[in-house]
């Protein structure tokens, strides 16, 4: 699904940059991704990938 139309970004690379450790911040996924802000609509959504990718995956916890 595309999350910025202006770069045409979608959330599959935003989450390959994310995962990769490539990018901390909405201005390092775009770097990353070798575009920058444009219009500004899709901040929300990067971030909101980010925070995503940054919680523990819940089906393993407790794994041991």
């Known amino acids: 699904m595309y999350v910025c139309l202006c770069?045409?970004?979608?959330d599959r690379q935003v989450k390959q940059v994310v995962?990769?450790?490539?990018?901390?911040?909405t201005a390092s996924i775009?770097?990353?991704c070798g575009c920058r802000?444009?219009?500004g609509q899709c901040?929300?959504?990067?971030?909101?990938?980010?925070r995503t990718a940054a919680l523990?995956?819940?089906?393993?916890?407790?794994?041991?």
């Open 56 to 64: 523990p995956d819940p089906e393993l916890q407790g794994a041991d």
């Open 19 to 25: 995962a990769s450790a490539a990018a901390t911040t």
């Open 37 to 39: 802000a444009q219009c």
């Open 30 to 32: 775009y770097a990353a």
């Open 7 to 10: 770069n045409a970004l979608t």
């Open 43 to 50: 901040a929300k959504a990067l971030l909101n990938l980010l």
